[in-house]
Nanobody
Framework: QVQLVESGGGLVQAGGSLRLSCAASGLIFSVYAMGWYRQAPGKQRELVADITAGGRTNIANSVKGRFTISRDNAKNMVYLQMDSLKPEDTAVYYC???????????WGQGTQVTVSS
């Protein structure tokens, strides 16, 4: 059974930074693209960034230049470094397999990120 556990969220002032972590288990992590997604109140879940098995990254335009995604296949971890945070980045952040995958793991609880102005 695939399990995804996100952590690292919190309350931060605009301009601040956070580093999110996602621990994955129950899958051959190294062969899958992984992604970070977020859902703000009243909005649909959206892709923030994804990283292929080989390490190639794709960053949404709304966060390009501010967010960086990385992975550690030895630890089955994927990370999201978020810098220059803005109030509009406030959301619950989730990790899951990448958007091009033919399946989606059960969503974890996510980690809340709140950016105050």
């Amino acid at each position: 059974q695939v399990q995804l556990v996100e952590s690292g969220g919190g309350l931060v002032q605009a301009g601040g930074s956070l580093r999110l972590s996602c621990a994955a288990s129950g899958l051959i992590f190294s062969v899958y693209a992984m992604g970070w997604y977020r859902q703000a109140p009243g909005k649909q879940r959206e892709l923030v960034a994804d990283i292929t098995a080989g390490g190639r990254t794709n960053i949404a335009n709304s966060v390009k230049g501010r967010f960086t995604i990385s992975r550690d296949n030895a630890k089955n971890m994927v990370y999201l470094q978020m810098d220059s945070l803005k109030p509009e980045d406030t959301a619950v952040y989730y990790c899951n397999v990448g958007p091009g995958s033919s399946w989606t793991a059960t969503w974890g609880q996510g980690t809340q990120v709140t950016v105050s102005s």
